[in-house]
């Protein structure tokens, strides 16, 4: 009994041991000196080398580093098959995040139940035609701001926000018109909705801008803003751009002949797209930093740099890999863009010269509506183990 009760307590003693050892990040130093230390690591190292160290680079404490964020939605073919079981009140679409350490889709958190998320990407009558579904990225936040439902009415009363470093959904305030078919962006911190239409068109709402501050959460509220002088950016879906404190966006996509306008966000007034930048804007925009604007032709395929002192677009390069280009974001000195059908990504180094690339599949099955670039998400124990 002597032995067995001594054997136990040894057992226990090297188990206990094992487990400080598994926790010390750098042997002889306090880990929050250690965490400083391997903050200047690059995380892809850190990950290779131990599971104390993994799980560091997805603590909140550590750094974060970007990870891509995809809309997704099941393939036409997939969808299909799934006609027999069409049901109205169900959520087709899925929210994935690419991790670039480990290079695998990792699936975020379910929105809250209450109220429920019904969004229709494609109706199972008409799968040829997909339904804009409209998100930006502020403050280091993912919004959902207008999409439909299944009775083509606007599918959010609020816009829904996704924080990766808390790793939880929430609500915003209500808009004071739910609406659909808008113009959407963000400059400065805050997100703006303008034009579009509700249940039925309105020329108030069409002609309607509001404004949210997201990093104001005292005064959570949509702010009236100045409006269009005319109904035209209720006809789809539009990306407004953030760029140097000033939205800009065009009411038409791809070549077609457009109407472009920027709302400056200090004097709360709108006025013309210059020539040369409404000129070249023929295809997905986005902007790096609110710094650095980008467009893809999507009938040519080239990638190209505004540049606002000779009002021209400067061609940066031309792939057949970018032709049929859908969407797109850029941060951290990349562009991602949507293409063939939202069977692939297409990440465009810009930074380097010349221009790198490289693709990225989504999972089987599904195909991308549209990504986004954030800080990844933390992660707890359990979820890396």
Known sequence: MESNSKHANHKTSEESLDNIHSNTLLPGLPNHLAELCLSYVHP?????????WRRLIYSPSFPPFFSLYALLSPSPSHQTLRNHMYD?????????????ISSTWQPLPSPPPDPPLQILHRHPSFL???LPIQMVTVSGHLVLIAATTHQFVPALSRPLVFNPIHNNWFYGPPFSMPRRWCATGSVAGSVYVASGVGSNYSGDVARSMERWDLKNSSDSKWEKKAGLKDGRFSRESVEAVGYKGKLCMVNVKGNAVKEGAIYDVESDLWEDMPEGMLAGWNGPVATMDEMAMYVVDEAKGALSK?????DCWEKLIELVQLKGAEQMDAGRGRVCVVCAKGERVVVVDV???PVRLWVVEPPPELQVVAVHILPRMTQTVTELS
């Open 44 to 52: 892809s190292l850190l990950y290779k080398v131990s599971h104390s």
């Open 88 to 100: 109205s009140n169900t959520n087709s679409i899925k929210f994935l995040s690419l991790d670039p």
């Open 128 to 130: 040829s035609r997909k």
């Open 306 to 310: 505004y540049d606002a002192k000779k």
């Open 351 to 353: 930074v380097v010269r």
